[in-house]
């Protein structure tokens, strides 16, 4: 049915009375600007162009909203003089921007229309887009939802970071092992970019420092550098859900300084003639594809250096153009630096180069201001992940800031020395430099000593980077340490991820939710209706037939929506435990075969895995491997086959995530307790309405809190419990030896029974073999509670009315994790910032 065109304002919008548009603006007058856009781009008439065209069209048409309300926010910040929040990050990992553009401008159902109207399929558009993928997981996707509310609280903010050419590798799988291959997401250019290379910086490396004396007799320091690079900068704009305020991502690429040696190009040397070109594009080529620390990369300290060094060149160049003898004193009180993890923390000695050095200030005037400009989020717990850069090459990258830390570092334990009575093994422990097992500078000790405030990213986390990592510091400057327990936007995770659920939470209590989730708890009153209840079943099987056809057109998978969807998707590693998954899956094919179990008694369930593994990571890849093979195996048995699927979904990234998460029934969240410093998927599955099946692990505790033991599947040890078993030694092969289940399928996997070619059995041995012999997350010892917990939720799935309630009582419970709630408590209890349009209180 086509919809008629209209001039009037009422209409635009079939939810109007319930969800009102900022957007000032007729489907009729859309489509003409719309339709010129089309021309004016392709140089072709509608009927002409092809869909590659109508997306494209389609993304600068909705650009040019978004850049006039860019445009206003910057006169707004400019008149107000409000404080900025500078984010550095060496990963965002955005997602697709025209489902959320469109979201944000109000426009998504004027478009709707103009496209029924003109016959366009808008799914098929929609999908024409590949998402930036300059992020590994959660840290990377962390920074894309904080900006995303910064922009909706209407706080000026400025998320730095680098435009890798090569964001995370496209994941493939051959023969069920993981193959690599280059993220070409720029090869047709980006349509939402802005780039600005007016503003470009130069960046140096490399060299030496050079003391001197001024006249008045005043020790001072020259760096003489090696070699530069120019920083160019390209924003992403980032509105804000129905409010005017955007703000911007800007992200630096790495070009030379030198334009092509003509003189070599002329004597035919045209590989010498780029040669400065290529060194220096080389800087933002790639996103280093690990997410635990890899040590002592060259590249990747200069990565860390180039994007930093520019973004604070660029914010000098904001808060004093030109001005020659500014008043730096006030600094902290127009900016907060935050540093997410240790990956951006070379910004403080790059701080203090630039007020030493550039504006003349002495050491303690810059440190004054310095330690009060940043503050650091950590993300870990797991020792070995805290970066360490070897001295020798930070020397000889960054020779004055070198000596900036090492000065840094001496005031610093001089303070301590007195605070401690010269107490040598804790000034060991805090020092910024580790003389064993190499000399190296400790980022995350940097951080902490030059930070106003340092905050873990739940509450089980940040009490025990208090007991353990960084205890030293905590005990001596509690009042640096807060919480702030991780947050994710609900507009992409609820309103673009899933529509039916967001439709039904609107019609049932307004639609006030999506700037304030704490009004999802209005959704409690409607436990008991049996009709609300029915639609939150439909729109489940509607989100399922929706993944279907994702699978199916995607993937050439099949996918039966009448199955217990059973989710686990996140980076692979070792202490995530998806070999516990993948051991309940081997008992239950174990049972099958043996006959300990009928067929009829098992509950209809499909396993969904989504993980990339680091490309050096040769464990979590034989990992990666046995789990195609066992999928491989089960999907092919006869008989269980119609009860038990389990599917890999290669290349899990935001794109996938908007599919899987909607049309899950069950999230695993099965880490080891104690390593995994929060998570963030858990809170997208729970605002969902999946159930969590989850250890007592980073915000798996206050998901649990809030919605109820009942609504929760807790099994495992506690982090005590853990900590108190590792003291004792723990011993993987005894839970083999005392617990038959288990040893049988282990041995099942150890034989081969998965490995369908001879070639194939390695992995089945690896992953056994380092199970029994180390199992450092003790994957063995949690095996009993976890199959247990299973077969509770067999039992619990079967009654369909009590799990709806329960899936109800997911979604009203956890408005809590909207990032909303996160960045208005960085504001208040580390940013001190103020927003620039007054309406965030709605
Ligand atoms: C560091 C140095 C060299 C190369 C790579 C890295 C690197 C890159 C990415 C180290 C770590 C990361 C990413 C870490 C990460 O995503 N951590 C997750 O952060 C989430 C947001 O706070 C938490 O929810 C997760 O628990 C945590 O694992």
């Not at 097992?437 to 030059?450: D, E, K, Q, S, Y």
């Not at 692990?697 to 998901?703: K, L, P, S, T, Y």
């Not at 998965?754 to 690896?766: G, L, M, R």
Request: charged share 25%.
């Amino acid at each position: 049915m086509k919809v008629e065109m209209t001039n009037s304002k009422e209409i635009v919008n079939p939810k109007q009375d319930i969800e009102p548009d900022l957007i000032d603006i007729t489907p009729d007058e859309f489509k003409k600007t719309f339709l010129d856009e089309v021309t004016d781009t392709s140089a072709r008439l509608l009927g002409s162009a092809d869909c590659d065209e109508i997306y494209y069209t389609l993304c600068r048409t909705v650009r040019k909203y978004i850049a006039k309300r860019r445009a206003k926010t910057v006169r707004e910040i400019k008149s107000k003089n409000s404080k900025l929040v500078a984010y550095l990050s060496a990963e965002y990992l955005l997602g697709p921007q025209l489902t959320n553009n469109l979201l944000s401008t109000g426009l998504e159902y004027i478009v709707r229309q103009v496209f029924e109207d003109l016959d366009i399929n808008y799914e098929k558009i929609i999908s024409e887009e590949v998402e930036p993928g300059l992020g590994n997981g959660g840290l990377g996707r962390l920074a894309a939802c904080y900006i995303d509310s910064l922009s909706t609280l209407s706080i000026p903010a400025i998320a730095y970071g680098i435009r890798y050419e090569y964001g995370i590798f496209k994941q493939i799988f051959e023969n069920g092992y993981q193959v690599e291959k280059p993220d070409t997401w720029l090869r047709n250019g980006n349509v939402w970019e802005f780039t600005h290379p007016q503003h470009d910086q130069i960046i140096s490396f490399g060299g030496r420092v050079l003391e001197k004396k001024s006249t008045t007799g005043k020790t001072y320091y020259s760096w003489i550098p090696d070699y530069s690079v120019r920083a160019v900068p390209t924003d992403y704009l980032s509105p804000g859900y129905r409010t005017e305020h955007v703000n911007i991502i800007r992200l630096w690429s790495a070009r030379s300084t030198n334009e092509l040696d003509l003189g070599s190009f002329n004597k035919g040397f045209f590989h010498e003639a780029s040669e400065s070109q290529v060194k220096a594009e080389n800087i933002t080529k790639v996103l280093y594809p690990e997410d635990t620390t890899e040590q002592g990369k060259e590249l990747r300290l200069k990565q860390q250096y180039f994007f930093t060094s520019a973004s604070l060149k660029d914010l000098f160049r904001r808060l004093y153009g030109d001005e020659v003898d500014p008043d730096l004193s006030t600094l902290p009180e127009k900016v907060s630096f935050q540093l997410n993890d240790t990956h951006p923390v070379v910004a403080v000695p790059e701080l203090m180069r630039i007020l030493i050095d550039v504006y003349d200030l002495d050491f303690d005037k810059a440190w004054e201001i310095t330690s009060q400009c940043f503050n650091y989020t950590c993300h870990t717990l797991l020792p070995e992940a805290l970066e360490v850069w070897d001295v020798e090459l930070f020397e000889r990258l960054l020779p004055r800031h070198m000596q900036l830390i090492y000065q840094i570092n001496k005031r610093f334990l001089n303070k301590m020395s007195e605070a401690t009575n010269h107490n040598i093994l804790l000034m060991a422990d805090m020092s910024v430099i580790q003389e064993a097992p190499f000399r190296g500078v400790r980022m995350a000790n940097l951080a902490t000593i030059a930070s106003k405030k340092v905050n873990g990213v739940a509450e089980l986390h940040t009490e025990l980077l208090k007991s353990s990592v960084l205890k030293n510091f905590a005990d001596f400057f509690p009042e640096k340490f807060v919480n702030v327990t991780n947050g994710i936007t609900p507009r992409r995770f609820m309103k673009v991820a899933n529509s039916s659920l967001s439709d039904l939470i609107t019609e049932t209590i307004g639609h006030g939710w999506v700037k304030d989730t704490k009004k999802l708890t209005e959704l409690k009153n409607y436990i008991d209706d049996s009709s609300f209840l029915e639609k939150l079943d439909q729109v489940k099987q509607d989100n399922k037939l929706r993944f279907k056809s994702f699978l199916h057109y995607g993937y050439q998978m099949t996918y039966n929506p009448e199955t217990l969807t059973d989710v686990m998707v996140k980076r692979l590693h070792e202490y995530k435990r998806q070999t516990l998954k993948l051991l309940h899956i081997v008992t239950i094919y174990n049972d099958y075969i043996t006959g300990n179990i009928k067929l009829e008694d098992i509950t209809p369930r499909t396993v969904i895995f989504g993980a990339k593994a680091a490309p050096g990571y040769s464990q979590a890849k034989e990992i990666i491997k046995l789990i195609n093979d066992v999928a491989a195996k089960i999907n092919s048995t006869p008989g269980l086959n119609e009860r038990l699927n389990v599917l890999f979904v290669p290349n899990y990234n935001v794109t996938a995530s908007e599919y899987i998460i909607p049309a899950s029934d069950l999230s695993e969240q099965i880490s080891l307790a104690g390593k995994e410093a929060s998570g963030t998927g858990n809170m997208k599955f729970a605002l969902n309405g999946a159930l969590t099946v989850g250890t007592l692990d980073g915000a798996n505790v206050e998901i649990r809190n809030l919605v109820g033991d009942d609504n929760f599947f807790l099994f495992g040890m506690t982090e005590p419990e853990v900590h108190k078993l590792s003291e004792k030694g723990y011993k993987p092969y005894d839970y083999y030896e005392s617990n038959p289940k288990l040893k049988s399928s282990l041995d099942l996997i150890a034989k081969g029974e998965f490995s369908y070619k001879t070639d194939t059995v390695f992995s089945s041995n690896a992953v056994v073999l380092d199970l029994l012999a180390n199992d450092r997350f003790m994957v063995l010892a949690d095996y009993q509670a976890y199959i247990d917990i299973q077969h509770r939720i067999e039992k619990e799935y079967a009654n369909k009315k009590s799990w709806t309630k329960k899936t109800l009582m997911n979604i009203a419970s956890c408005g809590f994790f909207s990032s909303d709630r996160a960045v208005k408590e960085y504001i208040d209890k580390i940013w001190q910032a103020a927003p620039i349009f007054p309406d965030w209180d709605t």
